[in-house]
C-alpha cells in the first residue's frame, strides 16, 4: 500500500532557529499538503500546493514559512525562525482522486 | 466559514459496547465529509467517507450517514473491540475536482476502549 513518510520523527530546536522538515510523497500525487496539530487542539491546513506552487495557504501560515519541492520527490516545509508556539505535530498529505493520505507526523518541539 | 463540530471526550467504553461520536459541520455548499482514525504513535487514516446527501459511508464495522437536513455525519459501530481505541476525526472539504486534500478537521475524540 502507497504511503507518505514524513521525516524525522521527532525534533528539537531552540527558538530562532530555521527547522526543515520533510515529506516523500505518493509517486503519481499531484496535491501537496502540510497541516498541525498543537497539542489538545484541532488538526489544522497550513498550505496546499500544486504544479510547483502555493495553491492555498491559511492565516497561520505567515512569512516565516515556506514550502518547497527541491528535488521532485521530497516536499519540504521550512520554519525559518521558530517560536515556542510553533511546537506541534506537523502532518505532510497527498491528494490523490479520492482521499488525502497522511504521513505519521513529525514532532516539532521549540525550547 | 467552513467548520466542523465535533462531541467532547474522552469516551470510555467497555468492549463489545455500541459507539456514537456526534459531527456536525457547516459549511457552504455541499462537502464532502469522511471520518479519520489516528491509532497511537501512527498518522492519520481515512476510516470512511461520503460524497452526497444520504450516503452511508462504512469500514470495520463503522458506519456514518451523511444527513443534509440534520448537516451531520456522526460515527457509529454496533461493537467495539479494545483495537478500536484510537483518536477519531470528523473531517469535510469542498475541494472536490482533483483532490480531497483541503480539510476542515473537527478536534478529535478520543476513544478507549477496555477489556
Known amino acids: 500500500e502507497p504511503e507518505v513518510t514524513q521525516t524525522p520523527s521527532h525534533q528539537v530546536t531552540q527558538m530562532g532557529q530555521e527547522v526543515i522538515l520533510r515529506c516523500v510523497p505518493i509517486?503519481?500525487?499531484?496535491?501537496f499538503y502540510w497541516y498541525r496539530q498543537i497539542l489538545g487542539q484541532k488538526v489544522e491546513f497550513l498550505v496546499s500546493?500544486?504544479?510547483?506552487?502555493?495553491?492555498?495557504k491559511s492565516e497561520i501560515f505567515d512569512d516565516q514559512f515556506s514550502v518547497e519541492r527541491p528535488d521532485g520527490s521530497n516536499f519540504t516545509l521550512k520554519i525559518r525562525s521558530t517560536k515556542l508556539e510553533d511546537s506541534a505535530m506537523y502532518f505532510c498529505a497527498t491528494g490523490g482522486n479520492t482521499e488525502a493520505f497522511f504521513g505519521q507526523g513529525t514532532r516539532l518541539t521549540v525550547v | 466559514g467552513d467548520s466542523v463540530t465535533q462531541m467532547e471526550g474522552p469516551v470510555t467504553l467497555s468492549e463489545e459496547a455500541c459507539l456514537t461520536i456526534?459531527?456536525?459541520?457547516?459549511?457552504?455548499?455541499?462537502?464532502?465529509l469522511f471520518w479519520y482514525v489516528q491509532y497511537p504513535g501512527e498518522g492519520l487514516q481515512l476510516l470512511l467517507k461520503a460524497t452526497k446527501a444520504d450516503d452511508k459511508g462504512s469500514n470495520k464495522g463503522f458506519e456514518a450517514t451523511y444527513r443534509k437536513e440534520t448537516t451531520s455525519f456522526h460515527l457509529e459501530k454496533g461493537s467495539v473491540q479494545v483495537s478500536d481505541s484510537a483518536v477519531y476525526f470528523c473531517a469535510q472539504t469542498n475541494a472536490g475536482g482533483t483532490s480531497y486534500g483541503k480539510l476542515t478537521f473537527g478536534q478529535g475524540t478520543i476513544l478507549t476502549v477496555h477489556p
Open positions: 509517486s503519481n500525487h499531484l496535491y
Open positions: 456526534n459531527c456536525t459541520y457547516t459549511a457552504t455548499g455541499y462537502p464532502s
Open positions: 500546493f500544486y504544479n510547483n506552487e502555493i495553491s492555498e
